[in-house]
């Protein structure tokens, strides 16, 4: 039987001078070097599919970021962008806030980190590991029942809810240290099935170089 993937593609890098955990506000759009991003993720996927990939569906967060990043590979593809709240970032209660651990040190936070294993701040790991594979089984079964078996579907969502899922998937603890995880700016995350089977996790880079001096804020 094909492999049916599901590649979770990180979006590009934000316009964000002043540092903030942005979160979920809206507005927070692509700077010129996530622009560039995100045409690299779209040649990376046009190249897959002119070497004989299946690529036929095409799913976004509806933040602006992932929809500005999904854009490109949607005109080099030719394929709809279907907008999905499951696949959104991470609700956070420090969304909005700049220079964070400085502001950590404010007493009236510390209700918020008494649990960092579920986490205390902000949407429980567990929960965006749920909505995540909900999303993804949903659209991979879709595409299944259009294109058939080998068919692969590219999801453009955040950093912290790709984690998670990857370390759902490799039956690792949820909880982590946000500075190790694998997930860089434009990244993607492939997940292979057989048939309802989910047999690997793959990762790669399509524009590493343009990864140096990129602002990476752990969970945006």
Same mark, same amino acid.
């Given at each position: 039987?094909?492999?049916?993937?599901?590649?979770?593609?990180?979006?590009?890098?934000?316009?964000?001078?002043?540092?903030?955990?942005?979160?979920?506000?809206?507005?927070?759009?692509?700077?010129?070097?996530?622009?560039?991003?995100?045409?690299?993720?779209?040649?990376?996927?046009?190249?897959?599919?002119?070497?004989?990939?299946?690529?036929?569906?095409?799913?976004?967060?509806?933040?602006?970021?992932?929809?500005?990043?999904?854009?490109?590979?949607?005109?080099?593809?030719?394929?709809?962008?279907?907008?999905?709240?499951?696949?959104?970032?991470?609700?956070?209660?420090?969304?909005?806030?700049?220079?964070?651990?400085?502001?950590?040190?404010?007493?009236?936070?510390?209700?918020?980190?008494?649990?960092?294993?579920?986490?205390?701040?902000?949407?429980?790991?567990?929960?965006?590991?749920? #909505?995540? $594979? /909900?999303?993804?089984?949903?659209?991979?079964?879709?595409?299944?029942? =259009?294109?058939? &078996?080998?068919?692969? %579907?590219?999801?453009?969502?955040?950093?912290?809810?790709?984690?998670?899922?990857?370390?759902?998937?490799?039956?690792?603890?949820?909880?982590?240290?946000? #500075?190790? $995880? /694998?997930?860089?700016?434009?990244?993607?995350?492939?997940?292979?099935? =057989?048939?309802? &089977?989910?047999?690997? %996790?793959?990762?790669?880079?399509?524009?590493?170089?343009?990864?140096?001096?990129?602002?990476?804020?752990?969970?945006?």
């Amino acid at each position: 039987m094909p492999l049916t993937t599901v590649h979770l593609l990180r979006h590009g890098e934000v316009f964000n001078p002043d540092r903030i955990l942005y979160g979920r506000i809206p507005g927070f759009g692509l700077s010129e070097l996530g622009f560039k991003m995100a045409d690299a993720a779209g040649e990376y996927f046009a190249q897959r599919q002119a070497d004989g990939a299946n690529v036929v569906r095409l799913v976004a967060s509806p933040l602006i970021r992932a929809q500005q990043t999904a854009a490109p590979v949607s005109r080099l593809l030719n394929l709809p962008i279907h907008s999905d709240d499951r696949v959104i970032e991470a609700g956070n209660k420090l969304q909005g806030l700049s220079k964070v651990a400085d502001q950590l040190r404010q007493p009236k936070y510390w209700p918020l980190l008494v649990n960092p294993l579920k986490p205390s701040w902000g949407e429980p790991y567990a929960q965006q590991v749920q #909505r995540m $594979r /909900e999303a993804m089984d949903e659209h991979r079964r879709a595409a299944v029942a =259009e294109h058939g &078996e080998g068919s692969e %579907v590219i999801i453009v969502s955040h950093q912290l809810p790709i984690w998670v899922t990857r370390r759902a998937a490799e039956k690792k603890p949820l909880w982590h240290d946000p #500075r190790q $995880r /694998e997930c860089t700016l434009a990244s993607v995350t492939s997940f292979d099935f =057989e048939g309802d &089977e989910l047999v690997s %996790v793959r990762y790669t880079e399509p524009s590493p170089e343009l990864l140096a001096g990129a602002a990476n804020i752990p969970g945006a």
